[in-house]
């Protein structure tokens, strides 16, 4: 029989790679999808890429997702969650940007 090291290392590492690999793939599939789903919502250029982003950010302190704010919802966040500022600020600009409004800021 073949010796692949010390418990098996050699697999281990094959494991690691191979898991590695289809979570990149998943992880691109999953992007791309997301993008053309944007698309197709009428969303284009810059645009559907900040909508992919916003939907998959979230807060790391509550763990809600920029996608899921709504108006009520950002005002409230403010208050429950001090750490979401820059999330709804992100959130603000991106409805900004796609009305054409310009933030001082």
């Known amino acids: 029989m073949c010796d692949f090291g010390r418990e098996g290392g050699i697999l281990k590492i094959i ?3 191979g898991a590695a690999i289809v979570l990149l793939a998943n992880i691109y599939v999953s992007f ?3 993008l053309e789903l944007f698309r197709l919502g009428g969303f284009s250029g810059e645009l559907a890429y900040a909508g992919v982003i916003g939907a998959e950010l979230h807060c790391p302190n509550c763990n809600r997702r ?3 704010f709504d108006l009520q919802g950002v005002m409230l966040l403010r208050i429950k969650c001090p750490k979401c ?3 709804v ?3 603000l600009k991106m409805g ?3 009305s054409g409004y310009k933030t001082n800021k």
Request: charged fraction near 15%.
């Open 89 to 91: 600020d992100l959130s």
């Open 85 to 87: 500022n820059q999330m």
């Open 32 to 34: 791309n999808h997301s």
């Open 96 to 98: 900004g940007a796609k």
């Open 66 to 68: 920029l996608f899921d």
């Open 15 to 17: 494991n690691i790679i």
